[in-house]
């Protein structure tokens, strides 16, 4: 079992920038594969970014490829999301998750979420 608890989320003006942090606990977390969904108001949740275990490969939804920056500590068992030049259409819930069991993209293929942080973008 694993635990995920995001922070960071808030209001930025759009340009701005937020981190994102989650902190996991339970299960080794150093080992597992991790992600970032999120989900606006009436729309799917959407995959944004996932780390390999190691940190070393990193993946990007190409509407935050070049402005997201996914990273983790795993000695701080802790996952971060740098998010610079935010836009409007980036305000939504952000999910962390891990315990891939599936194609990574899908919501359906991690096994732990955590509760969400929101994060809202003025124009």
């Known amino acids: 079992q694993v635990q995920l608890v995001e922070s960071g989320g808030g209001l930025v003006q759009a340009g701005g920038s937020l981190r994102l942090s989650c902190v996991a606990s339970g299960r080794t977390f150093s080992s597992s594969r991790m992600t970032w969904f999120r989900q606006a108001p009436g729309k799917e949740r959407e995959f944004v970014a996932a780390?390999?275990?190691?940190?070393?490969?990193?993946y990007y939804a190409d509407s935050v490829k070049g402005r997201f920056t996914i990273s983790r500590d795993n000695a701080k068992n802790t996952m971060y999301l740098q998010m610079n030049s935010l836009k409007p259409e980036d305000a939504a819930v952000y999910y962390c998750a891990a315990g891939l069991i599936g194609t990574m993209t899908f919501p359906a293929s991690w096994k732990y979420w955590g509760q969400g942080t929101q994060v809202t973008v003025s124009s």
């Open positions: 780390i390999s275990w190691s940190g070393s490969s990193t």
